[in-house]
């Protein structure tokens, strides 16, 4: 069966750095997606990754290991507005996207 | 915004009751989907149209029934729920040229089910 593994919950530091692992074992693989969702709103797209290695959008990175089956979602400098629901989803060879569970993350000053 | 919308916002029915969802996108996307979200439990997707044709139905129990009357609305008609069928259902569209078939979504309809 598809899978998406990612951590329940995390709690990180305003200002620190926090990494959101996801593992996927899947049929096919045409990219994963990260999204952000926070309590009561859409999820909103964060970053897409095809290719192996790291792709940065200013505090955010997201990086890619295909081999592995692995995934990480980085946030730096965290803010108090960073607290939500990361979602990780995998585009499988059918172009079906397949979802894991989401990590809710919870900033503290 | 995501130019996703979706009303109504909150929603709570008897389990006799009919009620429609609706979604309407703005962005001129040519697929749209809907989602069930559940507390802890990953997206479950629902139904796909792909110009305005369903291309997918997950197995979903015929008391949810989708419509699909043109490229920029989709409707979810509700009838005879179950309690379990309380959830947060998510509308998405996307341009399905695009390889990476980016999905936006509403905010999404909040439905209880009594």
């Known amino acids: 069966g598809q899978n998406i593994d990612q951590p329940t919950e995390m709690t990180a530091t305003e200002g620190a750095i926090v990494q959101i692992n996801c593992t996927y074992q899947?049929?096919?693989?045409?990219?994963l997606f990260w999204y952000q969702q926070h309590a009561g709103e859409a999820p909103t797209f964060l970053s897409y990754n095809v290719l192996d290695g790291l792709e940065e959008k200013g505090r955010f990175s997201s990086f890619l290991s295909r081999s592995k089956g692995y995934s990480y979602l980085l946030l730096k400098e965290l803010q108090m507005k960073d607290s939500a629901s990361y979602l990780c989803?995998?585009?499988?060879?059918?172009?079906?996207?397949?979802w894991g569970a989401g990590t809710k993350l919870i900033i503290k000053p | 915004e995501t130019g996703v919308t979706q009303t109504p916002r909150h929603l709570v029915m008897g389990m006799t009751n009919k009620k429609s969802l609706k979604c309407e996108q703005h962005l001129g996307h040519n697929a749209m989907y809907w989602y069930k979200q559940s507390a802890k439990k990953p997206l479950e997707l629902m139904f796909v149209y792909s110009l305005e044709e369903r291309v997918e139905n997950n197995s979903v129990p015929s008391r949810f029934s989708p419509e699909c009357p043109n490229s920029s609305h989709l409707f979810l008609h509700l009838h005879t729920l179950q309690p379990e069928d309380s959830a947060l259902y998510l509308c998405?569209?996307?341009?399905?040229?695009?390889?990476?078939?980016?999905?936006?979504f509403g905010p999404g309809t909040r439905l209880t089910v009594l």
């Open positions: 998405a569209s996307s341009r399905t040229e695009e390889n990476t078939d980016t999905q936006y």
């Open positions: 899947t049929s096919g693989f045409n990219g």
């Open positions: 989803a995998v585009l499988d060879s059918n172009y079906q996207l397949i």
